[in-house]
Nanobody, 118 residues
Framework: VQLVESGGDLVLPGGSLRLSCAAS????????MNWVRQAPGKGLEWVSS????????AYSDSVKGRFTISRDNAKNTLSLQMNSLEPDDTAVYYC????????????RGQGTQVTVSS
């Protein structure tokens, strides 16, 4: 199983980033997928989820209206479009296959660093 995130960067407040996750080694189109994050000195935080077929999505209150999760089951990829980024969004972002709406996962990637700072 591999989940490989990319797209993290240093960005100014108010800026945008698009994270991607390439999945392999498991039945991606049968898996609910999540984005979770971990800020420095804090625990793992659930950010967003998308159901296996993409019909349902969910967002934490802290990112609702700013982030959009999507997936392409033909390409085994998961994405997170992040707009209006804030310093509090600074964290390592992980894609994870697991429980919808939760930080509980079966598989998780190594993460990609997002830093929002002026």
């Amino acid at each position: 199983v591999q989940l490989v995130e990319s797209g993290g960067d240093l960005v100014l407040p108010g800026g945008s980033l698009r994270l991607s996750c390439a999945a392999s080694g498991f039945l991606f189109n049968n898996a609910n997928m999540n984005w979770v994050r971990q800020a420095p000195g804090k625990g793992l935080e659930w950010v967003s989820s998308i159901s296996a077929r993409g019909g349902s999505t969910a967002y934490s209150d802290s990112v609702k209206g700013r982030f959009t999760i999507s997936r392409d089951n033909a390409k085994n990829t998961l994405s997170l479009q992040m707009n209006s980024l804030e310093p509090d969004d600074t964290a390592v972002y992980y894609c994870a296959a697991g429980v919808f709406g939760s930080t509980r996962y079966n598989y998780r990637g190594q993460g990609t660093q997002v830093t929002v700072s002026s």
